[in-house]
């Protein structure tokens, strides 16, 4: 059964940057589709970035939350977000999510069907 355990947030300046974890057991990214996600209490979670079996990515567009950049290491079965640029606004919990690999990766939290417990990312000078 599949399994994801995020990690990497912290507090962090504005302007600066993080790099976010999420492992993947039980399957591989070989079979795969992992979205990172983030929601600030209240709202609605939002897709920013996912990843496919193949390595193909999608990512948002930079709201002003920060810049996204999304990456997989197969060696380790992790995929990494790096966050650049963070605004206060950038302040939420990010979790990942994962699913049987289809054609394209998805910002649609509704098709994913495992979730990890979330790291909190709070921007603040």
């Known amino acids: 059964q599949l399994q994801l355990v995020e990690s990497g947030g912290g507090l962090v300046r504005p302007g600066g940057s993080l790099r976010l974890s999420c492992v993947a057991s039980?399957?591989?990214?070989?079979?795969?589709?992992i979205g990172w996600f983030r929601q600030v209490p209240g709202q609605e979670r939002e897709g920013v970035s996912c990843i496919d079996s193949r390595g193909s990515t999608v990512v948002s567009v930079d709201s002003g939350n920060g810049r996204f950049t999304i990456s997989g290491d197969n060696a380790k079965n992790t995929v990494y977000l790096r966050i650049d640029r963070l605004s206060p606004e950038g302040t939420a919990v990010y979790s990942c999510a994962g699913r049987p690999a289809e054609d394209l990766c998805s910002l649609g939290s509704s098709g994913y069907d495992r979730w990890g417990r979330g790291t909190r990312v709070a921007v603040s000078s």
């Open positions: 039980g399957s591989t990214l070989d079979y795969l589709d």
